[in-house]
């Protein structure tokens, strides 16, 4: 059974560094592109990026683009979405998901809270 | 960055049909863009339903289909069930970065 499973709930302060994890199970995690998804509180999805974890080809939507950085180690399967400065506003669930067939399986969601 | 634009809301009644669309602010949505459906119930991680333009992954309801329509994307629902109220974002591919529009909230009433 194919499975992302994300790490659990943050919360941080302002201008605090943080690195979240979504870890691939079930299949060749080497093989799929990996997506990140930005949902803030009561709003809609957005595409932030993807990591294709066999070569750590990594694309961003402009949007998210030297805000955060996607990475991947293929070793343990798992793909990590990192900032080094947060802020209050990316206080949201980001999902990951395998991009790579079709979206076909999401991870549960990782709430990131910034708050003073 | 391209904008993808979707009806803020629809109702349908329990068995009647109704049709999303998905436009795009650089014109004509074509099976280029590879357009996908997805389904968000409230507190839920989302799942798609559709990709490229029209196929299905083995857990999609019969009762959805995906299509273009007049320069859209467009995910019709057949017999609508009370299951199905939830949001429905699409998505759009812009030379591989992909871009979602603003979500559709289906009320099955």
């Known amino acids: 059974e194919v499975q992302l499973v994300q790490s659990g709930a943050e919360v941080r302060e302002p201008g605090e560094s943080l690195k979240i994890s979504c870890k691939g199970s079930?299949?060749?995690?080497?093989?799929?592109?990996i997506g990140w998804v930005r949902q803030m509180p009561g709003k809609g999805l957005e595409w932030m990026g993807m990591?294709?974890?066999?070569?750590?080809?990594?694309r961003y939507s402009p949007s998210f683009r030297g805000q955060v950085t996607i990475s991947a180690d293929k070793s343990i399967s798992a793909a990590y979405l990192q900032w080094t400065s947060l802020k209050a506003s990316d206080t949201a669930i980001y999902y990951c998901?395998?991009?790579?067939?079709?979206?076909?399986?999401w991870g549960q969601g990782t709430l990131v809270t910034v708050s003073s | 960055q391209a904008v993808v634009t979707q009806e803020p809301s629809v109702t349908v009644s329990p068995g009647g049909t109704v049709t999303l669309t998905c436009g795009s602010s650089?014109?004509?949505?074509?099976?280029?863009?590879?357009p996908y459906w997805f389904q968000q119930r409230p507190g839920q991680a989302p799942r798609t339903l559709i990709y490229?333009?029209?196929k299905k992954h083995s857990w999609t309801p019969a009762r959805f289909s995906g299509s273009l329509l007049g320069g859209k994307a467009a995910l019709t629902l057949s017999g609508a069930q009370p299951e199905d109220e939830a949001e429905y974002y699409c998505?759009?591919?812009?030379?591989?970065?992909?871009?979602f529009g603003g979500g559709t909230k289906v009320t099955v009433l």
């Open positions: 998901a395998r991009q790579g067939n079709y979206f076909d399986s």
């Open positions: 079930g299949y060749s995690f080497t093989n799929y592109w």
């Open positions: 990591i294709y974890p066999g070569d750590s080809d990594t």
């Open positions: 650089t014109g004509a949505v074509t099976s280029g863009h590879y």
């Open positions: 490229d333009t029209n």
């Open positions: 998505s759009l591919s812009y030379s591989g970065v992909r871009v």
